[in-house]
């Protein structure tokens, strides 16, 4: 998240017109090979998968999805084993509450994710197989801009708001490629298994970057997009264990938070500053147990945050054997929710984005229209480096985008750095298709190591969601931030911005 910005595991880079350019370039090839590759492709009968594919957005324009066939297998456990789903897909970015690390125990079956493209395929050989494999492809584009209040020529003037960090610009956020194969958990008479390989690129793939993938993109190239692959992991489901156990393995999204960085898992476009500056991705193992209709606990070992397997220690202090652990209540009513985890935890030594997380959510629906969602964490790193310090002699010396330092206090030569916040969501449905949502958070960095500033921050902001089809989804927003103790905003220049934004995300 070069020139003195940063990303939500503190690194910093610049903007170039040249890397806008090669984006741009790099989406517009991207869909016209995805339209060629499709149009080449034999269907067995009738309309041609192009056809298909742009059919299918036409159809379902203005449209919630259909109605669930009463006549097709199920698709959840009855509610004497698991709660109702507590909302749906549109107005929100979720149907179930939020949690990380596994597929929901007994509401995920396979062929059950894919859109446009897999209907194109559909009569295909090729679609065929995959269908009977239970392998979909999918994914999206996700691309938006935005307007602020400052004022520095510098594109990264809006920093340290996360994610747009650039003011006054238009950007390719991510497009988004999932082959993946989702385990039955519905069923409980036998063993399954599935996988997802994900690839990212556009300018988010900064706040992705797990050190020792690619990461020549960030920290000697200092590329302002790039591509990452934020998800490589197979899943094993047992329904034999308690009431069914799900065990994850490879690279994942970290279990804690509200928000993601995929853009269809969130409400608004802009992320919260709770978001930006915690752990993202883990590399590990993860195992899920459902105990009962209620509850399910987690547990996971790692290696370390946002490193890879193969990076040794030498190169990030924090690639060491690391723990998570959580749980997880579901009311009856499923009205209520509580997710409790620790994340990333070892000896906390002060490591590339070594960070040890300690926090929890709560979700609560009112009724139908309404639900809130909350969060709060801290989190802390040891034996930081004061700023007077520099980075000589560390492993990250000769990076682009080191790590931040910490501000210690006056004669210390490193100290713990810690950070808390505390953030909620209020969300009303208007339609079925469209949702507003509030955002209020706290977010207090004490010892400046996240964000390049010691000092707290307040944020504000109202967005709201329309879906023009289950597949398109447009997202204007307006944000106000403020830094309470320092002016953080502008190159240094205010204590205050305002941030009008939108995005769209299309799905194929």
């Given at each position: 998240?070069?020139?003195?910005?940063?990303?939500?595991?503190?690194?910093?880079?610049?903007?170039?017109?040249?890397?806008?350019?090669?984006?741009?370039?790099?989406?517009?090839?991207?869909?016209?090979?995805?339209?060629?590759?499709?149009?080449?492709?034999?269907?067995?009968?009738?309309?041609?998968?192009?056809?298909?594919?742009?059919?299918?957005?036409?159809?379902?324009?203005?449209?919630?999805?259909?109605?669930?066939?009463?006549?097709?297998?199920?698709?959840?456990?009855?509610?004497?084993?698991?709660?109702?789903?507590?909302?749906?897909?549109?107005?929100?970015?979720?149907?179930?509450?939020?949690?990380?690390?596994?597929?929901?125990?007994?509401?995920?079956?396979?062929?059950?994710?894919?859109?446009?493209?897999?209907?194109?395929?559909?009569?295909?050989?090729?679609?065929?197989?995959?269908?009977?494999?239970?392998?979909?492809?999918?994914?999206?584009?996700?691309?938006?801009?935005?307007?602020?209040?400052?004022?520095?020529?510098?594109?990264?003037?809006?920093?340290?708001?996360?994610?747009?960090?650039?003011?006054?610009?238009?950007?390719?956020?991510?497009?988004?490629?999932?082959?993946?194969?989702?385990?039955?958990?519905?069923?409980?008479?036998?063993?399954?298994?599935?996988?997802?390989?994900?690839?990212?690129?556009?300018?988010?793939?900064?706040?992705?970057?797990?050190?020792?993938?690619?990461?020549?993109?960030?920290?000697?190239?200092?590329?302002?997009?790039?591509?990452?692959?934020?998800?490589?992991?197979?899943?094993?489901?047992?329904?034999?264990?308690?009431?069914?156990?799900?065990?994850?393995?490879?690279?994942?999204?970290?279990?804690?938070?509200?928000?993601?960085?995929?853009?269809?898992?969130?409400?608004?476009?802009?992320?919260?500053?709770?978001?930006?500056?915690?752990?993202?991705?883990?590399?590990?193992?993860?195992?899920?147990?459902?105990?009962?209709?209620?509850?399910?606990?987690?547990?996971?070992?790692?290696?370390?945050?946002?490193?890879?397997?193969?990076v040794p220690p030498s190169k990030d202090p924090g690639k060491q054997p690391t723990l998570e652990a959580?749980?997880?209540?579901?009311?009856?009513?499923?009205?209520?929710?509580?997710?409790?985890?620790?994340?990333?935890?070892?000896?906390?030594?002060?490591?590339?984005?070594?960070?040890?997380?300690?926090?929890?959510t709560y979700y609560h629906k009112f009724d139908e229209r309404w639900h809130l969602s909350a969060e709060y964490w801290h989190i802390h790193q040891d034996n930081?480096?004061?700023?007077?310090?520099?980075?000589?002699?560390?492993?990250?010396?000769?990076?682009?985008?080191?790590?931040?330092?910490?501000?210690?206090?006056?004669?210390?030569?490193?100290?713990?750095?810690?950070?808390?916040?505390?953030?909620?969501?209020?969300?009303?449905?208007?339609?079925?298709?469209?949702?507003?949502?509030?955002?209020?958070?706290?977010?207090?960095?004490?010892?400046?190591?996240?964000?390049?500033?010691?000092?707290?921050?307040?944020?504000?902001?109202?967005?709201?969601?329309?879906?023009?089809?289950?597949?398109?989804?447009?997202?204007?927003?307006?944000?106000?931030?403020?830094?309470?103790?320092?002016?953080?905003?502008?190159?240094?220049?205010?204590?205050?911005?305002?941030?009008?934004?939108?995005?769209?995300?299309?799905?194929?």
């Open positions: 998240m070069e020139d003195s910005v940063v990303d939500g595991r503190s690194r910093r880079w610049s903007l170039t017109i040249g890397g806008r350019a090669q984006l741009l370039a790099s989406a517009a090839v991207a869909l016209v090979v995805t339209l060629f590759l499709i149009s080449c492709a034999s269907a067995a009968e009738g309309l041609s998968p192009l056809e298909i594919f742009i059919k299918s957005y036409v159809d379902e324009w203005g449209k919630p999805p259909p109605a669930s066939d009463p006549n097709a297998p199920p698709t959840r456990w009855p509610t004497t084993l698991l709660p109702p789903q507590p909302e749906t897909i549109p107005p929100y970015p979720f149907s179930e509450w939020p949690f990380g690390g596994a597929s929901a125990i007994g509401a995920t079956v396979p062929n059950s994710q894919g859109g446009a493209l897999m209907k194109a395929l559909a009569p295909t050989d090729s679609g065929k197989w995959l269908k009977d494999n239970h392998i979909e492809i999918y994914g999206w584009v996700n691309a938006g801009g935005n307007i602020s209040t400052a004022t520095d020529p510098k594109k990264n003037a809006n920093f340290p708001a996360a994610y747009m960090y650039s003011a006054d610009t238009f950007e390719l956020d991510q497009a988004v490629l999932y082959i993946e194969r989702l385990p039955n958990t519905v069923q409980r008479d036998h063993i399954d298994w599935g996988f997802r390989i994900s690839a990212l690129y556009g300018e988010n793939y900064r706040y992705t970057t797990s050190l020792g993938i690619a990461t020549y993109q960030l920290q000697t190239l200092n590329n302002f997009q790039g591509y990452d692959f934020p998800m490589l992991y197979g899943e094993l489901y047992i329904p034999w264990i308690a009431q069914g156990m799900l065990i994850r393995a490879g690279r994942f999204i970290s279990v804690p938070d509200i928000e993601a960085q995929l853009a269809p898992n969130n409400y608004m476009y802009s992320h919260s500053f709770t978001y930006g500056y915690d752990n993202y991705t883990n590399t590990g193992i993860n195992a899920a147990i459902q105990l009962n209709k209620n509850w399910m606990v987690q547990v996971g070992i790692l290696d370390g945050t946002e490193v890879a397997l193969w959580c749980v997880r209540w579901v009311s009856n009513s499923a009205y209520d929710s509580v997710y409790i985890c620790a994340d990333g935890i070892n000896n906390g030594t002060w490591g590339y984005n070594n960070l040890q997380w300690y926090g929890a930081v480096l004061d700023v007077s310090q520099g980075y000589a002699g560390t492993p990250w010396s000769t990076f682009r985008n080191p790590p931040f330092e910490a501000h210690c206090n006056p004669g210390q030569i490193q100290c713990t750095a810690q950070e808390w916040s505390t953030l909620a969501y209020l969300n009303y449905k208007f339609t079925p298709m469209d949702n507003v949502t509030w955002r209020v958070e706290y977010f207090d960095d004490q010892n400046g190591q996240r964000t390049g500033f010691k000092t707290a921050y307040f944020n504000y902001a109202i967005g709201w969601q329309h879906w023009f089809s289950p597949s398109v989804t447009f997202r204007p927003e307006v944000a106000w931030y403020n830094s309470l103790d320092t002016k953080a905003f502008d190159n240094g220049k205010s204590d205050r911005l305002t941030v009008f934004a939108a995005d769209i995300i299309w799905h194929f």
